[in-house]
């Protein structure tokens, strides 16, 4: 029997492949990857006959409310398995249709571009342009209007079955903890699959475009709902941020009043006065540094280093993992269980001032100290011997932990932390 849409089983196949590789919490349904696989051919034969057929309808999204670094909470809608891969199915075949469009400068969400990249930028310009005019919106998620959406995807795509099954994504309700669903009427679930390509899209149109075309001295880089603008005087940054305030308005979307700030990019050669001189962009905070030049010199620069804010997530992390509990494991064990997240946290904050990371590698060593002297009774009372254990430990095998082989050894500045 024919099938109004046509969709490739293969399609189907390769998009689970991404789903299992990316992993993810159970949907509504509390089904998780490994439960959708002791039925694996049969669950993807029924959702690509659905979707093959037209009959599929997506089920609600399961919120959940995640802590954010700089407090409240913000909620995301998990799908469940079956779902995820129905919209890993439309992602891949719209991304190849939509990345061509997007902005150079749009780097949230898309292939071949991180948020490394966005710093790097941002780094650059700021030597370049004295001021920044730094943006949020405000619930950007949960305030995108659909129907101006759609008209985005429409202009772009004229497949019948992805445009049916995107409407039917943004329509559908997210539940609670308790059972109860609430109807979208505006907004895409934050958590969702295809949620950033759509996000992307909108903010094309709502910002990326119309920067370009109504200020198109004004350099800028975004990363999903949060980004910069540069701008070469003061009073060019109020009318950009003015400007910025009206055209998101126009958009039916709201800029976050405390979040949304001009900056002075000061350094050794801006000797200006103004209140706000530093902000943060990706975990990375911009602000006057004493740095080095390749001579040498000292100078105060306008440069990014981990934000205060992520350093204190990573300590919360490295706390929770109770290191000086786990007496009975070797430091091969630790290794093993922890050393890839701090490569992790290294290569992502330790790209710009790597040395704004030294609290970090010196919380970790804190807590292996304190693992080394549960594990031997001989240095239950004696911190400084401890100390030097750890020390001839670390120089032995550097490689047992990222921050050893960069050099940051335990030495005796943990003197009185024990």
Same mark, same amino acid.
């Given at each position: 029997?024919?099938?109004p849409?046509?969709i490739?089983?293969?399609l189907v196949w ?7 590789t ?5 949907g509504?349904d509390h089904e998780?990857?490994?439960?959708f696989?002791k039925?694996?051919?049969?669950n993807l ?10 009959s599929y ?10 802590p954010?670094k ?6 995301f809608g998990?799908p469940t398995?079956?779902d ?7 992602k891949?075949?719209l991304?190849?249709?939509l990345e061509p469009?997007f902005h150079?400068d749009s780097?949230?969400y898309r292939?071949r571009?991180?948020?490394l ?7 650059q310009r ?6 920044v005019v730094e ?6 998620f949960d305030?995108?209007?659909h129907e ?11 497949i019948?079955?992805?445009l049916?099954y995107?409407?039917?994504w ?5 539940e609670n903890r308790h059972g109860?669903?609430?109807?979208r009427?505006?907004?895409t679930?934050?958590?969702g699959v295809i949620s950033?390509?759509l ?10 475009r ?6 198109p001295?004004i350099?800028f880089?975004?990363y ?10 003061e009073?060019q940054a109020?009318l ?5 305030r ?6 039916g979307l709201?800029?976050h009043?405390e979040?949304?700030r001009i900056i002075?990019?000061k350094d050794?050669?801006r000797?200006?006065d103004?209140p706000v ?5 990706l ?12 001579y040498?010199r000292r ?7 981990v ?8 300590r919360q992390?490295i706390?929770?993992?109770h290191?000086q ?5 070797? &430091?091969?064990? @630790?290794s093993r269980n922890y050393n890839a997240v701090?490569?992790g +946290? %290294?290569?992502? $904050?330790g790209?710009?001032?790597a040395?704004a990371m ?9 807590y292996?100290?304190?693992?080394l002297?549960?594990?031997?009774k001989?240095?239950?009372?004696r911190t400084?011997r401890?100390?030097?254990? &750890?020390?001839? @430990?670390?120089k032995?095998k550097?490689?047992?932990?990222v921050? +050893? %082989?960069?050099? $940051? ?7 009185g932390?024990?």
């Open positions: 029997m024919t099938k849409y046509e490739s089983k293969t390769e998009s689970y492949q991404t789903v299992k990316n992993g993810g919490a159970v509504v998780s990857l490994q439960a696989g039925n694996l051919k049969g034969y029924k959702l690509w006959n659905r979707m093959s057929s037209g309808f997506p089920p609600p999204v399961r919120e959940v409310s995640i954010k700089s407090g409240g909470n913000r909620l998990v398995v079956a995820r891969i129905a919209q890993t199915v439309v891949k075949m991304e190849p249709v469009l150079q780097y949230g292939p571009c991180s948020a990249d966005a710093v790097a930028v941002v780094r700021c030597w370049k342009y004295d001021w943006f949020d919106i405000r619930q950007f305030s995108i209007e101006l959406l759609l008209r985005a995807l429409r202009k772009h795509c004229q019948a079955w992805v049916l995107v409407e039917r943004l329509r559908a309700p997210r109860m669903q609430t109807e009427k505006a907004g679930p934050q958590g950033p390509l996000a992307n899209l909108f903010l094309h149109y709502a910002f990326d119309w920067v370009s075309d109504h200020l001295s350099p880089c975004r999903a709902d949060d980004g910069v603008l540069h701008c070469k005087s009073a109020h950009v941020k003015e400007r910025l009206e055209r998101f308005e126009e958009c709201m800029l009043p979040k949304t002075y990019c050794i050669n000797k200006d103004y001189t530093s902000f943060t962009f975990g990375y905070t911009f602000r006057p540094r004493k740095v080095k030049d390749k040498g100078y105060v620069g306008f440069v990014p280093a934000s205060q804010e992520s350093l204190k997530a990573m992390t706390r929770g993992w290191l509990l786990q007496s009975a494991r070797e &430091l091969a064990d @630790l701090l490569t +946290w %290294k290569n992502y $904050y790209r710009f001032h040395s030294a609290p970090v590698w010196h919380h970790v060593n804190l292996l100290m304190r693992w002297k549960r594990k031997h001989r240095f239950v009372r400084k401890a100390i030097k254990a &750890l020390e001839r @430990l670390a032995a550097p490689e047992a932990f921050h +050893w %082989k960069a050099g $940051y050894i335990p030495k005796g500045w943990i003197m932390a024990g």
